[in-house]
């Protein structure tokens, strides 16, 4: 099932399929590590639900939801 990545909670995998977005943004993710074929883990949320922490690679990472939305993983 594809979903994006802000839709994901806590403990929940997928494996990332397509980086929407463009320009500087869509770098900076892509930069990141998040590019098709990559496994991420989503850790926690902040208090208030943003931003959130992901698991890639064997380094967490913080994303605003926002970002994590630009992000389609595909979850089992």
Known sequence: MNRTLNQL???ERGVVTKVQGSGPVKRRIVDMGLV???TVQVQKFAPLGDPMEIKV???NLSLRKAEAAL???RTD
């Open 71 to 73: 992000i389609e993983v």
């Open 9 to 11: 909670s806590p403990g």
């Open 36 to 38: 098709a074929g990559t």
């Open 57 to 59: 690679k064997n380094f």
